[in-house]
């Protein structure tokens, strides 16, 4: 069974955090890794680094929702304990892509697929999407296609 590298260093973290009595941070690491364990149960298989990289990316942005409903709502110890959960997670997670980086992925990717107009949307959405693995999300690189295309 082999283990791909971030569940390891997931592993590790974990037991750093155990060490040196860190509560919020190791429950943080044990959700990140439940996550985790709970799709390769579910596939039946051992995740490579790409799939635990997807699954975190999930978990990342369920906590980025949490912390928009919490400031919506006026939680602001709910939202900054949030946010403490979010820069953990980050940690694992490569680093986002700039806007100058994205928009030349999208620009080459409607010139690829010979796109036209907003109709041809979903092309370069498929096109872009392999390319930014992770390092984007969905709704900034929708807003940049939609962007490029009408304008």
Do not use: C, H, W
Not at 72 to 97: N, Y
Request: no cysteine; net charge neutral; aromatic share 2%.
């Amino acid at each position: 069974m082999a283990q791909s590298e971030i569940a390891a260093k997931l592993k590790s973290e974990i037991i750093t955090a155990m060490k040196a009595k860190d509560k919020p941070r190791l429950g943080v690491l044990r959700m990140m890794q439940a996550a985790v364990k709970q799709v390769e149960i579910d596939t039946r298989k051992d995740l490579e680094d790409a799939d635990v990289m997807k699954v975190l990316s999930s978990y990342g942005r369920k906590v980025k929702d949490q912390i928009k409903s919490y400031g919506d709502g006026g939680r602001e110890e709910l939202k900054a304990a949030a946010e403490t959960e979010l820069a953990i997670v980050a940690e694992f997670l490569p680093a986002e892509m700039s806007d100058d980086e994205l928009e030349a992925i999208v620009r080459a990717a409607v010139a690829e697929v010979g796109a036209a107009g907003p109709q041809d949307m979903g092309n370069v959405m498929k096109a872009v999407m392999p390319k930014t693995a992770g390092r984007a999300d969905g709704g900034r690189i929708s807003a940049l296609v939609k962007k490029v295309l009408v304008g």
